[in-house]
Each structure stands twice: as structure tokens, then as C-alpha cells.
């Protein structure tokens, strides 16, 4: 069975360009791009967040899925990468783009909780884990990738993915499933 989307953002093409122009290579790939897609489209008027735009991959295939009454905050340390997408994807009123660092972000927030929080860097994942799974609202669901090791990796970071899981799969208020699959994904959904 090819596993491959059938169906892409149409911003995708100019973002992956940029992406290739500004060097950066740690965009999600297109099959968790897909389930993002899926799980947006799951929330009718959703509130979701991105902790990690990068150049708005992510966030591309999140407003693919969204209908016009769900809104998207996503977070970003590095400004100038954030700017790819804020020029791509801006003019969408579902996005919020915060730039700033995720963790001092995620101390910060007093907002109502999510329905889909897609942690993609390390505040939300390695640090500050408690922080995000608290916005994930009761029946909400918490997305994370790049569990398989990447170029890049520093060393030691086999046993923090390690530590993570074991962490989220010991947990009571959140139901996990590990998928082998893509760059390796965690979803775990809050229990009510």
C-alpha cells in the first residue's frame, strides 16, 4: 500500500523552495504533514497549536485540514525562518504566528486549552513537557515526530527520545499510541 498523500497545500511548493534557499532542512515530512491534516480536519473549529514553525511546512498542512472557524497559534525561535512562512501563510486570519522562544512561551500562556498541539521542537517535547500537555484539552490530542534518529542528533539524544517515551507512556491522564512509521510519531490523546 503506498502510504504517500494523494492530496498537498498549495503554498507547499514555494515553501519548500525557501526552505532550500535558507538552508533549513528539519521540515516535517509529507506523511506527518498528511495526519496533521487529518487530525486539523478532525476539530471543527479547533483551536490548535504548533510549537516550532520553522519555515511553515507544518503549519501549511494544518491549515489545509482546518475549516474557517478553527484558529492556529504557531510559536518560533528563529524569526527569520518564521518569516518564510509568515510571507507564505499570513494573509490566512486562522494563523497566530508568535515569534519567540517556545519554552518562555509555554511559562507564559493563559489561554484556553487546545484541541491539537503539535509539538515539533524541543520545548513542548524534551523541555517544558508538563507545560504543553496541560493546553491539551480532555479529548484533545498531542502530536509529536522525529522520533526515529536525524541528521543532526547531538550526542545523547537516543536517550532523551528514550526517556520521553518511557515518560508519556507512563502517564494516567493521556492515552499513547507509537507509530513506526514516517520520521517515528507519539500520539496520545487526553483522557476526560
Known amino acids: 500500500m503506498d502510504d504517500m498523500p494523494s492530496h498537498f497545500p498549495d503554498t507547499l511548493p514555494a515553501l519548500r523552495a525557501a526552505a532550500r534557499e535558507a538552508g533549513f532542512i528539519m521540515s516535517s515530512e509529507d506523511r506527518t504533514g498528511n495526519l496533521l491534516a487529518v487530525l486539523a480536519a478532525a476539530r471543527p473549529g479547533g483551536r490548535i497549536l ?7 511546512e507544518g503549519t501549511a498542512w494544518l491549515l489545509s485540514g482546518m475549516d474557517r472557524a478553527a484558529h492556529l497559534t504557531t510559536v518560533e525561535l528563529d524569526p527569520a525562518v518564521q518569516t518564510v512562512a509568515q510571507e507564505q501563510l499570513g494573509a490566512d486570519p486562522r494563523v497566530t504566528f508568535v515569534s519567540g522562544d ?5 511559562e507564559d500562556f493563559d489561554g484556553a486549552p487546545f484541541d491539537l498541539v503539535f509539538a515539533d521542537t524541543w520545548p513542548g517535547k524534551f523541555t517544558h513537557l508538563d507545560l504543553a500537555l496541560r493546553l491539551v484539552a480532555p479529548g484533545g490530542t498531542y502530536l509529536i515526530d522525529d522520533l526515529f534518529p536525524q541528521p543532526g542528533w547531538p550526542d545523547g539524544h537516543e536517550a532523551s527520545v528514550k526517556r520521553l517515551l518511557g515518560e508519556l507512556g507512563a502517564r494516567e491522564d493521556f492515552l499513547c499510541v507509537r507509530q513506526a512509521w514516517a520520521s517515528g510519531l507519539l500520539m496520545a490523546v487526553r483522557t476526560a
Open 50 to 56: 504548533e510549537l516550532g514553525t520553522g519555515v511553515g
Open 102 to 106: 517556545g519554552g518562555t512561551w509555554l
